[in-house]
């Protein structure tokens, strides 16, 4: 950090989440408002990291049961089948539309399982209070923000299938609990995502305002 | 407000003074490259072409089948509010309530509170709780996903292509127009310019 970077928190000053206006704290800056859109003002996210680590827990003990569980169930004149995630890229793998299956691969374990273990990581760097390589970090933290919701692929993937494949005597697609529990996992990785403060990134630990 | 010569980066808090923008220019962070804001030209005639178009595709994608099936005789069509039916039947109603929520109400909430405060605007008039108004969409704006829905389809429609005769429905090339209209209009809808709006009118 050279000596011209001030950051707004040194100067007991605070930006609105809500507009991005700039704002004086007074003493410890608790319950004061922006005052032009009424927004709590925060130096940092409040309890920041302890929210971020209480979705992203959670959000690894339910991504066990999404992979271990059936995602959904066909049932036709040949008999039932049950499709974990994994098993449905398979599937899409030797039905020879090896591009989809990457698509589903990446998006349904990739991503959710890259998410997971960079927020674990981004989190452990702050609790340590590295400085170093903070503008990678922070590069690293906008990628999750921005591919969070496209795990989401396979919730939807399952609702449409499930909605058609309804022909009574040929074939019907039910949708397996794996369905809601991978739900949970994106919405959770996105809370935390939304939880973690990139500010915390750039600051040594005796400088974090929780 | 301190200054309004001055802001700090919402990803780093590096404190700065804010550039003077060329009309279609980015105001980046130095330390951080953060987009701290733009200036959009013409941001508010386009914004609200754009959202007014992708309210007219909203309606009819939601109006209309997305997609059908034909095995030997028996057909089968759904709409969206269909697909969330069927799987709330299912008693899934944890996976229908998410989808519903990510698919039709937060993207109708989303387009219908754009045209809120575009529409007022467009006509010299500053919409009423605009401030509000605009945090509740910045609050919104990660859960609609329209686009990972479209995908959704596609991918369900590859998988089904083999077993059974698909037929596309209009909805789906509503929601193709959706998504680009959509995105557009969220690209073009200047929220940095708006907030300066209501600083003026204090």
């Known amino acids: 950090m050279s000596d011209s970077d001030v950051t707004a928190s040194q100067l007991g000053l605070c930006v609105c989440h809500g507009c991005g206006g700039l704002s004086r704290l007074a003493g410890e800056g608790h319950d004061m408002c922006c005052r032009r859109c009424g927004t709590a003002l925060h130096l940092r996210k409040p309890n920041s990291v302890a929210r971020t680590w209480a979705f992203l827990i959670a959000a690894y003990i339910l991504y066990v049961p999404a992979n271990v569980l059936p995602m959904m169930r066909t049932g036709s004149l040949f008999g039932a089948q049950s499709d974990t995630i994994m098993s449905g890229v398979a599937y899409l793998w030797h039905s020879g539309s090896w591009h989809l299956a990457l698509v589903v691969f990446i998006a349904s374990i990739l991503i959710p399982l890259t998410k997971m273990f960079s927020l674990t990581f981004l989190l452990i760097s702050v609790q340590r209070g590295w400085t170093e390589r903070a503008l990678e970090r922070t590069k690293l933290y906008r990628v999750l923000d921005f591919v969070g919701p496209w795990s989401m692929l396979d919730v939807y993937v399952v609702t449409i299938l499930v909605a058609l494949v309804q022909l009574k005597t040929l074939a019907t697609i039910q949708p397996g609990p794996a369905a809601a529990a991978f739900g949970a996992v994106v919405v959770l990785t996105m809370f935390a995502t939304m939880a973690l403060d990139p500010r915390l990134l750039w600051e040594p630990k005796e400088n974090h305002h929780v | ?202």
Not at chain 2, 4 to 15: K, Q, V
Not at chain 2, 165 to 180: D, T
Request: charge should be positive.
């Open chain 2, 1 to 202: 407000m301190i200054s309004h010569a001055l802001t700090a980066c919402h990803e780093c808090d590096l404190l700065q003074r804010k550039p003077i923008l060329p009309s279609g220019g980015i105001a980046c962070c130095r330390r951080c490259k953060a987009v701290l804001f733009r200036r959009t030209p013409n941001s508010l005639d386009r914004a609200l072409a754009y959202t007014l178009g992708a309210a007219i595709l909203f309606i009819i994608a939601n109006m209309f089948p997305i997609v059908g099936l034909e095995v030997q005789g028996n057909a089968n069509a759904t709409s969206l509010y269909g697909a969330v039916e069927s799987i709330w039947k299912n008693d899934m109603e944890g996976v229908a309530s998410l989808v519903f929520a990510t698919t039709i109400l937060i993207p109708a909430v989303e387009i219908s509170l754009m045209l809120y405060v575009l529409v007022p605007l467009k006509f010299e008039r500053l919409p009423r709780k605009m401030s509000a108004i605009l945090r509740i969409l910045q609050s919104v704006r990660p859960w609609s996903m329209t686009q990972v829905f479209i995908l959704g389809v596609l991918v369900a429609l590859v998988k089904l292509a083999h077993l059974a005769h698909v037929v596309p429905g209009v909805a789906l090339w509503a929601f193709g127009g959706l998504i680009l209209s959509l995105t557009a209009a969220v690209a073009t809808f200047n929220t940095h310019e708006l907030w300066n709006l209501v600083t003026e009118n204090e």
